[in-house]
């Protein structure tokens, strides 16, 4: 099992940048692939964006490509997400998720973090 733990969150203006660290707990950090998603009151849950266990294979969401850079540090069982250009829309609750893969990303993510608040400002 992996716990899930992110932090970065914040309050900030339209333009700036925020990022999110997501710490893993356990030593088999590195066996997982691991996605940011987001959910705002009233909507479905969206995946922002997903990294294969060594991070070599990324993808992200249309809304958020060219803006949000996922990696991952293995040796230091830590997730991140690096937001620039943030824009109002992008106001929601971030979460990390964990799922295990064998190559390429998850199928389904078993393990979640409790969320991190995101807000932006106009």
């Known amino acids: 099992q992996v716990q899930l733990v992110e932090s970065g969150g914040g309050l900030v203006q339209s333009g700036d940048s925020l990022r999110l660290s997501c710490a893993a707990s356990?030593?088999?950090?590195?066996?997982?692939?691991m996605g940011w998603f987001r959910q705002t009151p009233g909507k479905e849950r969206e995946r922002v964006a997903q990294i294969s266990r060594r991070g070599g294979i990324i993808d992200y969401s249309d809304s958020v490509k060219g803006r949000f850079t996922i990696s991952r540090d293995n040796a230091k069982n830590t997730l991140y997400l690096q937001m620039n250009s943030l824009k109002p829309e992008d106001t929601a609750v971030y979460y990390c998720a964990a799922g295990p893969s064998n190559f390429g990303f998850a199928t389904v993510y078993d393990y979640w973090g409790q969320g991190t608040q995101v807000t932006v400002s106009s």
């Open positions: 356990g030593r088999t950090f590195s066996s997982y692939a």
